[in-house]
C-alpha cells in the first residue's frame, strides 16, 4: 500500500530524515530535543560512556509540564481544547490548555503543601478521567516520580507495586464506572494499605461515582476539598534532563514485575517526535484519539506527554467499547471529527467479530491516519481496518515498541513508507535495530517464519534508565544476552523478508501477549499455587482469535483436594483473576495428574503449547516419561 501523493505532499516526514539520521544521529536527536522548550541548553546529546547506563542531553534542564501546557498557552493557544473528556455515563467536559495549566497548578501547589519533594514516590490509581493526566502532570511539574498502576490491577498487584517504589502518596478515585456500574476503586487501595508497615502518609481521592466509601480520617483527602481550592498559580521549576520521570512495572519473566525507569529530556524528546513524525499530527488540524488507558505506556507517551507537548487535541473516553453499545467509538469519532485513531489489534479483532455493519452506520470520513499498537496485527485484522474504518486508503502504522523503549521504535512514516499488512517495516530515523541469530550473526532475509531476535543496536533517547530497585536485573534481562556486542535483547523474535522489511514475530520469552497485555506464566503460575489445592502448576499461552494470546493453564492438584471439575476450575481462574487482574484470567485450567517433564526437571512448555493448541505434541525424546502427554491430553478432552 504506496503512500497516496496527496497524503505525501502535506505528510509532516520526509523521506530526507532518514539519510540526515544515518549521517549523524546524535546531532539529528539534538535536532529533534528543539522541538521543547530547555530552560537551560545541554551541552553533550548522549554520553554512552559507561553502558548500559545512558545519559542524554547533558547538562540540560527542563520541566515537562511547562513543556506540555505552560509554553501553549503562553504561546497564545490557552483557548485551544486539549482533552474532550467522555465519561461512560455520557457525561463530557472539554478541557481548554488554560484550564489544564491551572488545575495541574492547583495540584501541584497542594502536593508542594503536603510536603513531597522532588524524586518522591506517588501512585496513581485511577480511571481515564481527566484528573489523571492532571495527577500525572502535577507530578512532572514537581519532579515527583510517578507510578501509574492501571486501575484493573488486584489490591495485591497494587501494594506489591507500592511497596516496590516506596510511595508517600496515593491518588485514586471513589469508584469507576464499568458498563454502566459504579465499580469501587477506593477500597482496593485500603486493602493494600490494610498490612503494615508502609509508606504511604496520605490517600487522595477524587469523587467520580459518588459511591459511599470507608475514609480514613488525616490520611484520606478529597480531590474537590483541597487541590480545588488551592492557589491557581504555580512557578514550574526545571528538572535535569536525567531526573526520574516515572517508573510504570510490567510484567518480565520471574512472578516479580519490573519497575521500569524513564527519565525527562531523553523521554519528551522521543514522545514528542514520534507523536509528530508516525502520526503525522498537525496541532491546529487534528483531532487525536489514542484508545490505550493511561495505566499503560501507551496512555503515557501517547495521551499523556507526547502529544501534550505537540499541543494536541484530544479524545479521553473513560469506558469499553460496547457500552452502552457497540457503536461507542464510532459514535465518538462522529462527534468529535477524530482524525487520528490509535488502537490495539485485538480491539480491531472485536470489532471485526461484531460486523462492519456497525462501523459502517457511521460517518467516519474525518479519519485520516489510524494506528495499531500491542501485539503482532495479523495481515487479516490489518485489511479489515484498512477497508472498513480507513475507507481503503487511510495509512496505517503498525508501531513496534515496550514499556521499556518508551517511544515508538519501528514503524512506517505515514506518506513515505509502502506498507505491508502485518509489517512493522523499518526502524524509525534515528533508531537502529539488528535481526540476529543467538550469536549475534544477522539472520539472513526470509519470507518463511524463521526467527530471529530483535536487537536495538544503538541508544535511543527514551530508553529505560534501569528498574527501580533492582540494577543488577536491568544488566541481566536486556544486556546480558548480547553482552560482548553491547546490544539490547527485546525479547522479541522478529525476521527481515527479502525486500528487507522487518515483521515481529512475538515475545521468545516466557511473557505471554494477552490482547496487548504483558503477563508473565511465573506471575500465573504463582497465583495458582497460592490455591491451597494447587501443588504445581504449568501455564502457557494458546493461539487465540480475538486476544491474539489466550492463558491455559495445567495444574496438579494436592492430594487431598479432591477434583470437582468446573466448580474447581471456577474457583481457579477466579483466584489468578484477583489475585493479578481479570486480565489474566486463564482461559482455560486443566487438572492433570503429571507435568511433562525433562529428566533434570524442567518443564517441556512447547509440549504442552502444542496440547493446548492441539497439535500432536512435537518431539518428545528428552522427556523423563513419554506417556505423560497421553494421560494429560485424555485429561484435557
Ligand atoms: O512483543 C512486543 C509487543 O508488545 C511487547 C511490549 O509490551 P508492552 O511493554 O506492554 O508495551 C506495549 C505497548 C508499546 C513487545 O515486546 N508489541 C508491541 N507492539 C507491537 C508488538 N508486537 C508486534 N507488533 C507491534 N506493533
Redesign the pocket.
Known amino acids: 500500500f504506496p503512500p497516496s501523493a496527496e497524503f505525501a505532499a502535506a505528510a509532516n516526514a520526509d523521506a530526507s530524515l532518514y539519510q540526515r539520521a544515518a549521517q549523524d544521529r546524535e546531532a539529528f536527536w539534538a535536532e529533534q530535543a528543539a522541538r521543547l522548550h530547555w530552560h537551560h541548553p545541554f551541552h553533550q546529546v548522549l554520553d554512552w560512556s559507561q553502558p548500559p547506563i545512558a545519559k542524554w542531553f547533558v547538562g540540560g534542564t527542563l520541566n515537562i509540564a511547562y513543556n506540555c501546557l505552560d509554553r501553549h498557552v503562553l504561546d497564545g493557544h490557552g483557548d485551544q481544547i486539549a482533552i474532550h473528556f467522555e465519561g461512560e455515563p455520557g457525561d463530557t467536559r472539554a478541557i481548554t490548555y488554560r484550564q489544564l495549566l491551572t488545575e495541574t497548578s492547583q495540584a501541584a501547589n497542594y502536593l508542594t503543601e503536603l510536603g513531597l519533594q522532588p524524586g518522591d514516590r506517588v501512585a496513581i490509581y485511577m480511571p481515564m478521567i481527566p484528573e489523571a493526566v492532571i495527577a500525572m502532570l502535577a507530578c512532572a511539574r514537581l519532579g515527583l516520580t510517578h507510578s501509574v498502576v492501571f486501575a484493573g490491577f488486584s489490591p495485591t498487584a497494587l501494594r506489591q507495586r507500592i511497596d516496590d517504589a516506596g510511595a508517600r502518596l496515593v491518588i485514586t478515585t471513589d469508584g469507576q464506572w464499568r458498563r454502566g456500574k459504579p465499580h469501587p476503586l477506593k477500597t482496593a487501595v485500603d486493602e493494600a494499605l490494610h498490612h503494615t508497615p508502609h509508606t504511604v502518609e496520605h490517600v487522595l481521592v477524587v469523587r467520580r461515582t459518588g459511591t459511599d466509601i470507608p475514609w480514613t480520617p488525616h490520611r484520606d483527602l478529597w480531590w474537590h476539598d483541597t487541590i480545588t481550592h488551592a492557589p491557581t498559580h504555580h512557578q514550574p521549576q526545571p528538572f535535569d534532563a536525567e531526573h526520574p520521570l516515572f517508573i510504570l512495572y ?2 518480565g519473566t520471574t512472578g516479580k514485575p519490573k519497575g ?1 525507569l524513564h527519565t525527562t529530556g531523553g523521554y519528551l524528546t522521543q514522545t514528542a517526535y514520534t507523536h509528530h513524525t508516525v502520526f503525522d499530527h498537525k496541532p491546529d488540524h487534528d483531532i487525536y484519539w489514542c484508545t ?1 488507558d493511561i495505566g ?3 496512555g503515557h ?1 501517547y495521551i499523556v506527554y507526547g502529544p501534550l507537548a505537540n499541543r494536541t487535541t484530544q479524545i479521553l473516553y473513560e469506558g469499553t467499547p460496547n457500552h452502552p453499545d457497540e457503536h461507542r467509538h464510532w459514535q465518538i469519532i462522529e462527534k468529535y471529527g477524530v482524525t487520528i485513531y490509535y488502537t ?2 485485538t480491539l480491531i479483532r472485536t470489532f471485526m467479530k461484531w460486523g462492519k455493519h456497525i462501523p459502517a452506520a457511521h460517518n467516519l470520513t474525518s479519519i485520516r491516519l489510524l494506528g ?6 495479523n495481515p487479516e485484522a490489518w485489511r479489515w481496518y484498512h477497508e472498513n474504518i480507513g475507507a481503503n486508503k487511510t495509512p496505517i502504522v ?8 518508551g517511544a ?1 521504535m ?2 512506517p512514516l505515514p506518506g513515505i513508507t509502502t506498507t505491508k499488512p502485518g509489517a ?1 517495516m523499518t526502524p524509525l530515523p534515528g533508531i537502529s535495530a539488528q535481526i540476529v541469530d543467538e550469536q549475534g550473526n544477522p539472520t539472513p532475509p526470509t519470507n518463511t517464519d524463521t526467527t530471529g531476535y ?1 536487537v536495538l543496536d544503538q541508544p535511543w533517547p527514551a530508553m529505560l534508565r534501569g528498574i527501580w530497585n533492582d540494577p543488577q536485573r536491568y544488566q541481566d534481562t536486556y544486556w546480558h544476552q548480547y553482552r560482548e556486542h553491547g546490544w539490547y535483547f ?3 523474535g522478529a525476521k527481515l523478508d527479502t525486500d528487507g522489511d522487518l515483521w ?4 521468545i520469552d516466557d ?1 505471554m ?1 494477552i490482547s ?3 503477563i508473565s506464566t511465573a506471575e500465573v503460575e504463582s497465583a495458582l499455587v497460592g490455591h491451597h489445592g494447587v501443588a504445581e502448576a504449568a501455564v502457557v499461552a494458546a493461539h487465540d482469535t480475538t486476544t491474539g494470546q489466550a492463558i491455559v493453564a495445567f495444574v496438579i492438584l494436592t492430594t487431598d483436594t479432591p477434583n470437582t471439575g468446573d466448580t474447581l476450575t471456577n474457583e481457579l481462574k477466579t483466584q489468578v483473576a484477583t489475585h493479578i487482574s481479570p486480565i489474566a484470567r486463564p482461559r482455560e485450567i486443566h487438572i492433570v495428574p503429571e507435568l511433562p517433564k525433562t529428566r533434570s526437571g524442567k518443564i517441556m512448555r512447547r509440549l504442552l503449547r502444542d496440547i493446548a493448541e492441539g497439535r500432536q505434541p512435537g518431539d518428545t525424546s528428552t522427556l523423563l516419561d513419554p506417556t505423560i502427554l497421553t494421560t494429560i491430553h485424555t485429561n484435557k478432552t
Open positions: 510490567t510484567s521500569i490505550a499503560w505506556i501507551t507517551s490495539a489489534p495499531s499498537v500491542g501485539e503482532p496485527i503498525d508501531t513496534w515498541w515496550q514499556t521499556e523503549t515508538i519501528i514503524s512493522a530483535l527485546a525479547g522479541d515481529i514475530l512475538g515475545r511473557v501477549n496487548g497485555h504483558r
